[in-house]
């Protein structure tokens, strides 16, 4: 059994590597059965430990500033040991092999390359569908409840997108932007419209690997409205409710939806075939 590579952080402690250990004696019981009940076992105990431990570093950093003024080594020490500083981009290759290394011409470039790799969406007629169920979504309504509860959800460690906007501000300031968000929600759905910066992203290169003059060793990182996502994030919980009340998902699929995954089906499938081995049938 190895040694995880946090052991050594400051905020480890008894209670982390007890729950660290339910996690590796989780997967070896999920590796020897193959069970799919056994991997949710896994997965719920992975879940606990990162929960603890975000938890854990949390308390760790507040303690470091809360005692800031009579341990300010510590501070500042802890603070250094998390300083990674990522290579600048000074050059890259245009389309004829030269090296520019103006800020903008390698913006373009960049801009370029992925515009290049990127598939755009058909703009087409949506194909007629097959009627599954007698109800129909026919319109959705953002409540002051919905907004309130996506708002206390926001992860406080995400970037902001074009709009400036941090999901800190908005966690703390719920009572206030609720009611307001709730009506440019609404306004949106009811109009087919919404503003700009929902529309922009903020691109960040990261590099892949090899030479780091090629634009195409990179790939784009896009940081978009927090706004935009709880409204997203609205609708989606909307849609998949509407689904799983009428039954119109089949148990088959495993993508894109919660709590199941690749992984997922082909343990149910492994499942089946053992069943059918187990009773002596002919896998075809």
Not at 19 to 41: D, G, H, N, V
Not at 184 to 192: A, D, Q, Y
Not at 225 to 236: G, H, P
């Amino acid at each position: 059994m190895s040694i995880p590579k946090d052991y050594n952080e400051p905020w480890m402690n008894w209670k982390l590597m007890r729950l660290w250990k339910m996690k590796y004696f989780a997967w070896k019981r999920f590796t020897e059965s193959k069970s799919y009940l056994r991997y949710r076992e896994y997965k719920k105990e992975t879940d606990m430990l990162k929960k603890e431990s975000r938890k854990a570093k949390r308390a760790h950093e507040k303690k470091l500033a809360k005692d800031i003024r009579h341990n300010m080594r510590a501070f500042f020490r802890y603070v250094n040991s998390k300083l990674t500083v990522r290579p600048e981009i000074v050059e890259m290759q245009n389309e004829i092999g030269e090296l520019v290394d103006n800020d903008k011409d390698i913006c373009d470039i960049l801009g370029r390359y992925f515009n290049s790799v990127y598939t755009a969406q058909s703009s087409g007629e949506m194909p007629d569908m097959e009627t599954l169920c007698e109800r129909e979504i026919n319109e959705i309504e953002v409540t002051q409840e919905d907004v309130q509860i996506r708002l206390e959800k926001l992860s406080v460690t995400k970037s902001c997108g074009p709009d400036n906007i941090h999901p800190l501000v908005l966690q703390k300031t719920v009572s206030a932007t609720c009611v307001s968000l709730k009506l440019i929600f609404n306004r949106s759905l009811g109009n087919g419209e919404c503003p700009d910066d929902w529309r922009s992203a903020n691109v960040t290169p990261i590099h892949k690997k090899g030479d780091r003059t090629n634009p195409s060793n990179y790939r784009p990182v896009s940081l978009t409205s927090q706004v935009c996502k709880v409204l997203e994030s609205i609708v989606r919980k909307q849609i998949l409710g509407h689904l799983a009340e009428n039954n119109i998902l089949r148990d088959e699929q495993h993508g894109f939806r919660e709590g199941r995954s690749c992984l997922t089906n082909l343990l149910e499938t492994i499942e089946q075939w053992t069943e059918i081995i187990d009773e002596g049938d002919v896998l075809m």
